[in-house]
């Protein structure tokens, strides 16, 4: 039992800081354990996505409910999966919000108890902050400052990464996500739930020019996004079709949907990056899995000589890799948690 | 033996510490619904005065339904995340059965009522026979008209607590007729004293789970999944060959 702790010391003589992370922000369940805030030891998810497909979208109290069923399993899965007790950690990461209260509440409980229980320190996460992080899990090279865009079901942001944990907001959405967007088109084509990867895969059979759809612009705010305008010409496209007894190409229909969404989150992007002098791009959040993004921006980029990174689909949408990872550079510049971190479900990007 | 009572399912937040015949600490808060924020301050408060080495507990026992969700997920995932970190089994409680065990050895009916909104109650009915409490209708959502038709069947006298009396208290009168009373402040609410007290006896008989397995029993289902069924209902009725594409 002499001197266990001297095998996790690195070369250099500093201790490895090991986080256990968890996530129940939304409709997955996710353990993860993270060393040094980059190296993923192991990712554990537990989706409950079937369930609400049965209703068309996430129903908050089922979430509930599924996260208290699951959560314990999935946390001893990170553990055993990365072979470490919770004696060997350092601290709990858990998102505090934004998210579903209920869903938030459940992890937050849970964490607050493994940390109180085990004596460990506790770290309250941004559940978007976590998004952002997910780009350092694969890109040892990445380091702020960078220019992020997170686009997910509940979120589409512009920002410039400062520091570790330093935002910046440049855009925002002044209606819908660009990942709700996604959700309300494809349930108007009669995809089902969830939007994004159904119209991502059926655009590839569409031609995206074959319908021309606004590009929603706010005059005076170049960098922030509107989705609902496209969202309504969709839609009035598809009533207008039905009227008339004419035949919609689903799949020209999604991929120039899907176009008008990617132009947009393209040319805001490189605007700002224009402006601010950023030379290195990232994007995060669940929509950032979508390849019609990624090619976009990837070929932007070269175009413009930027340095372009996303992190893997499995990194995009929800996981408590991420987390982990946000929590390693709050845990280093000290932030610590009371037993009383409550569930924030509004909280704001950059609100400590 | 020492065992840990938690209970969140109400307006209440309460925690306690019991070994064997003794309360070595309580903590209970009547006030606010945060108890996301208070629960486990309110336990750390109880370990410190106590100066309990918390590996030293045998169970963890929680009021694990009826009750507000949000609640009961709160006290549920607290007990989970002990019971985790600290390799403890959980001890469920039923909510209205620790109410009841509150009124040690009363005579005649002991029933607790919550108020459960949408018209109802979540209640149950017990007495003590022999010292020992005895269930004689198992906790349930019901309308208070049909609880108190239960009661007047029965037609013995009932001692009511819970956070569903101050609302009820005027129909329990009216529409009662067996005699009955109302519990005094110091034993008419939730107490992490009861579920602990109540917890000891059924880790006593083996009636402990694994904190992986344990979740709330909240007794009704989503509103959601009540208005999906209602819906299936609905379209079944209206396809009586059950050849629709949905069936119950």
Not at chain 1, 177 to 191: P, T, Y
Not at chain 1, 255 to 275: I, W, Y
Request: with cysteine; charged share 25%.
């Amino acid at each position: 039992m002499e001197n266990c702790s001297l095998d996790t010391r690195k070369a250099d003589g500093e201790k490895d800081i090991l986080i256990l992370a968890v996530e129940s922000s939304c409709d997955e369940t996710a353990a993860s354990v993270v060393k040094n805030g980059r190296t993923v030891l192991s990712n554990i998810i537990s989706s409950q996505i079937e369930l609400h497909k049965l209703y068309g979208g996430v129903v908050p109290e089922i979430a509930s409910r599924k996260h208290m069923e699951k959560i314990n399993q999935v946390i001893e899965e990170a553990l055993s999966g990365a072979g470490v007790e919770l004696s060997d950690l350092d601290a709990i990461g858990v998102t505090y919000g934004p998210g579903l209260v209920g869903a938030l509440l459940v992890g937050v409980a849970e964490a607050k108890a493994i940390a109180y229980g085990a004596g460990l320190p506790l770290v309250g996460v941004h559940h978007i902050e976590g998004h952002v992080s997910a780009n350092y899990i694969e890109n040892p090279d990445l380091e702020p400052p960078f220019l992020c865009l997170i686009v997910s079901g509940g979120h589409t942001h512009l920002v410039i990464v400062k520091d570790y944990g330093e935002f910046e907001i440049l855009g925002r959405t002044r209606d819908d996500a660009a990942g709700e967007a996604f959700d309300k088109v494809a349930r108007a084509i009669g995809l089902g739930y969830p939007g994004g990867p159904k119209i991502d895969r059926l655009s590839r059979e569409g031609n995206a020019d074959a319908i021309v759809f606004p590009h929603g612009k706010i005059s005076g705010s170049p960098y922030d996004f509107s989705f609902s305008g496209l969202k309504s010409a969709v839609l009035n496209y598809l009533n207008s079709a039905r009227m008339k007894g004419e035949n919609v190409d689903a799949a020209d229909l999604a991929a120039s949907f899907q176009k008008a969404v990617v132009d947009v989150l393209v040319e805001h992007t490189m605007l700002a990056a224009g402006d601010y002098h950023m030379d290195k791009i990232a994007i995060a959040g669940g929509v950032a899995a979508n390849g019609s993004l990624r090619e976009a921006m990837k070929k932007a980029c070269r175009d413009r000589g930027y340095r372009f990174y996303y992190p893997s689909p499995v990194f995009c949408t929800d996981n408590a890799a991420m987390i982990g990872t946000a929590a390693y550079y709050e845990f280093i510049r000290g932030v610590r948690h009371g037993w009383d971190l409550n569930a924030v479900p509004d909280l704001k990007l950059g609100q400590r | 033996m020492k065992i840990l009572g938690l209970d969140s399912s109400g307006m209440v937040a309460s925690v306690a510490l019991v070994e064997d015949d003794t309360l070595l600490g309580e903590y209970t808060v009547n006030y606010k619904k945060n108890h996301s924020q208070t629960l486990l301050p309110m336990l750390d408060e109880i370990v410190k005065m106590t100066e309990l080495d918390l590996a030293s507990i045998d169970g963890i026992a929680v009021a694990a339904g009826p009750g507000s969700f949000t609640g009961l997920r709160i006290g549920s995932a607290t007990a989970k995340g002990l019971g985790l970190a600290l390799k403890k089994p959980l001890i469920p409680v039923p909510t209205v059965e620790a109410l009841a065990y509150n009124l040690y050895d009363t005579q005649g009916l002991i029933c607790p009522i919550m108020d459960a909104r949408r018209n109802q109650v979540y209640t149950g009915i017990y007495r003590f026979r022999e010292h020992c409490l005895v269930t004689v209708k198992d906790q349930m959502a019901v309308s208070i008209e049909e609880l108190l038709r239960l009661l007047n069947e029965l037609g013995e006298s009932v001692t009511f607590l819970g956070d569903g009396v101050p609302v009820f208290r005027e129909r329990i009168l009216e529409l009662g007729s067996f005699p009955c009373s109302f519990a005094p402040a110091h034993v008419n609410r939730q107490r992490g004293a009861a579920v602990a007290a109540l917890g000891l006896e059924y880790f006593r008989a083996g009636k402990t789970e694994s904190a992986a397995e344990h979740s709330p029993d909240y007794l009704r289902v989503s509103q959601a999944e009540r208005e999906r069924a209602e819906r299936e209902r609905r379209a079944a009725a209206a396809d009586p060959s059950g050849k629709g594409e949905r069936s119950l």
